[in-house]
């Protein structure tokens, strides 16, 4: 992967050409050579392989006084500081008593040189691809005010501005013949930047990825295991943070969590996106083809809002045949459809015999996950008058009689949903 790219925003292409770094404040009497502890804390006491979420591979260090004149600029990587736990340690020449404004910068790649304190403020994150964390997530910190006092470290959190979203299915409220087999899940409305010393918002979608981070094949196995009561695993993507507020002042549930396509906030807020194959009774997906369920992310049904250094918990629970709309829209261009649903009698619904012969009667019909009534009490009573005797399929769908007296009986066969069809068989004995 390429290193990270930042941009200053509001940086003069001058600013650029500086050859050295400036150094810490000259020493004196009153110099405390103050340690800077900068922790990296947790993303809701989580931990994940893939990125690794506590990486620091550097850091860029910006130091102002009460002024805004810049006193120092530091460049280290991580073989330059001290980890311990959570937390990176450096030391820097701060004056006892002296009032300042401190900015830090982890993975950005290599060496920044801001000269005011508006140009680290307007700075971006930028990522060529969503998934470019190679060096480690993007975090920034800020303490702001912070009045050095002699022998007393100067602590900063450190934030990573990246979201951490990890989806789960919940399968147990399907019908009983849907399948719904997860390819893929991604990001979309993926955002290419951000500011990490203020809220990031994207204001077009030109700021997007086209497809943002991913996950496929055996990256989604978790959401096909079953780990008791159709519940699956859970799978994580990232992003990084996009404010976008309130929206919908009159959404009272999820189900009311939708953006007109007109809307131009729907270009920019952020969702996520689940491809799956199904079949069901009704519908399937042929190579090639996916259902898709799509729904947007924030806190609550009027929010949008996906926050840094936060993890989100979702889990998908489709009901019934899983392709009705809820918190998220079901796009089904992807679906193909069994037609037509049929049941049949052979060798049909009228049968002439004499005593002593013997008819096979059977049902066939699709789909064979829908319920099947022979008609027992029917064959019992026709049993007990004495018209016949019968032995059932194997299966239970179909029955041999074995015709006895001089009568008529009749049975009655029915399928369940989806067909709901029934058929009266007339039985004449000679």
Known sequence: MKPLNIILAALAASSLLHACEKGPAEASGNDTGTLIKLDTGNMVQTRSESPQEDLVTDLNLFIFNDRGILESRMYMTAGQMHPSGNCYTVRAGLLAGGVYNIYALANAGYPLYPDTEQDVQDMKYYFT?????????????????????????????????????????????????????????????????????????????????????????????????????????EVSVYMFENMQGDLLEDADSDSDKVLNPSDPKAKVCSYIEIRADYVSDTYYTLPGDELIYRFYLGDGPVNFDVRRNTHYHITVTPENSGLNENSWRVDQSGLSSYYPYFMKITPGTFIRGKAGESFHIRCEY?????????????????????????????????????????????????????????????????
């Open 129 to 233: 691809y969503p998934d470019e964390f190679r060096t480690g997530i993007p975090m920034g910190g800020q303490i702001i005010g912070c009045t050095a006092q002699k022998g007393q470290p100067v602590e900063i959190q450190l934030q990573r501005s990246m979201a951490k979203i990890s989806v789960s299915i919940d399968r147990s409220r399907l019908d009983k013949d849907v399948s719904f087999y997860i390819n893929s899940i991604s990001i979309g409305g993926c955002p290419k930047a951000v500011t990490p010393f203020k809220t990031s918002t994207v204001t077009s979608d030109f700021d997007m990825f086209i497809k943002g981070f991913s996950r496929t094949d055996s990256q989604v196995s978790e959401l096909n295991a079953d780990y008791g009561w159709g519940k699956s695993g």
């Open 366 to 430: 699709y789909p064979k996950s829908a319920d099947f009534d022979i008609g027992l009490d029917e064959l019992e009573y026709d049993r007990q008058r004495g018209i016949y005797d019968y032995v059932l399929d194997s299966d239970g769908n179909g029955v041999t009689l074995h015709l006895k007296k001089t009568g008529s009986g009749m049975l009655y066969m029915e399928t369940g949903s989806p067909i709901n069809q029934s058929e009266i068989v007339t039985i004449i004995v000679e």
